[in-house]
């Protein structure tokens, strides 16, 4: 059953109950109840309170015809659905002035209603004005303000993922794409001075004019999507910054890495990433296990190794996969291999394997 369904079952079963509620109350009040079938049943009180329970259907859709239509009725009887109308009107209509001006008229049915002729109905006026138009269209303003905030935060939070990923994207751009074609383009161009055949030559000087008209096109997207905010001022990750990674994770983490190793600033933070996703996974899969990292040196670049036990939730590891679906993208953009899954001993172990700018070549 979905919201909308949920809704309009929850708004038939407010207009039964308080037209039942408010049609027993008119008969208790008027003294026809228990005795029913007497001729003094005050119909019309009861004919009042049934259709304003009525109009109750309507109130998340026109919020304000509906308070606005129950008017004439309060000034024969005043009818049960007349707060659960303000609370409406306050909760689902746009222009607070309405809401105000609607709320200030119902005082003055009321003020109609209940002359104040002593002290005891100018008590009864107050507490009906005081418990039931005030309440009830404050109430419905302060739930349309947290929903109108609630949907205002979600939002900015969107934009700021938005933000952030675009953000993301032109330093990954930048970083791997424009380095690879600007290393084609000087390769070209060395090409073309070096080559003793004319056609070659020419082919050279061609990739290498592709090669440039491509890098301005990069240099273009990544003037796009980078973003004028703070995280574009924020420096990438490293190698180094796994050791933050480890302390801020909240895990039990064992983290070992091999002495003095050191890889370019693409593989670093591709080992960073990986290190990041698969803490994240064990944060979800296998909470409260110990995790063991593994930072290696490996032909000129680096091995990574990330294990830990069967945890509670451990099935399979993740649910969706997407999470390392990405990773192994991410590892083969840049030459190298990956791998994920259970080993005999019961363990779940990740290997990332990132070669170095030669074995990538």
Do not use: C
Request: proline letters at 5%; aromatic letters at 4%.
């Amino acid at each position: 059953m979905n919201a909308r369904a949920v809704r309009l079952l929850g708004d038939v079963a407010l207009a039964v109950g308080v037209g039942v509620a408010g049609v027993g109350s008119d008969l208790v009040m008027n003294g026809a109840v228990p005795m029913v079938l007497v001729p003094e049943v005050p119909w019309r009180g009861v004919w009042i309170q049934a259709v304003a329970a009525l109009m109750l259907l309507a109130r998340r859709r026109h919020p304000l015809a509906v308070a606005v239509a129950m008017l004439p009725l309060g000034y024969a009887e005043l009818p049960l659905a007349m707060p659960f109308a303000l609370y409406s009107l306050g909760a689902h209509q746009d222009d607070r002035r309405r809401v105000i001006v609607v709320a200030a008229l119902w005082l003055a049915v009321l003020s109609h209603l209940w002359e104040p002729r002593d002290l005891t109905t100018a008590v009864h006026l107050l507490s009906i004005g005081g418990l039931a138009v005030i309440p009830a269209s404050v109430l419905g303003l302060y739930i349309d303000s947290r929903r109108r905030l609630d949907t205002a935060l979600a939002e900015k939070a969107a934009r700021e993922a938005r933000a952030e990923e675009r953000t993301r994207l032109a330093r990954e751009v930048h970083d791997v794409v424009t380095h690879h074609v600007s290393l084609m383009v000087l390769q070209a161009g060395s090409l073309r001075m070096a080559a003793p055949d004319e056609e070659v030559r020419r082919a050279a000087e061609e990739i290498r004019a592709t090669g440039r008209r491509a890098l301005g096109e990069l240099r273009e997207v990544v003037g796009v999507l980078r973003d004028s905010g703070p995280a574009e001022l924020a420096p990438q990750p490293t190698l180094l910054d796994v050791s933050r990674l480890v302390a801020e994770s909240g895990l039990r983490v064992k983290l070992r890495q091999d002495a003095g190793l050191e890889v370019s600033a693409a593989l670093g933070r591709t080992a960073y990433r990986v290190v990041q996703e698969a803490l994240t996974n064990a944060r979800k899969h296998a909470p409260g296990a110990e995790v063991d990292v593994r930072l290696s040196g490996h032909e000129g670049g680096v091995r990574v190794t990330v294990g830990n036990p069967a945890g509670r939730t451990s099935g399979a590891f993740p649910a969706s996969g997407s999470g390392l679906l990405g990773l192994r993208q991410r590892v083969e953009l840049v030459g190298g291999a990956f791998s994920a899954g259970w080993t005999d001993s019961g363990r779940f172990e990740l290997v990332a394997v990132l070669p170095g700018q030669g074995a990538a070549a």
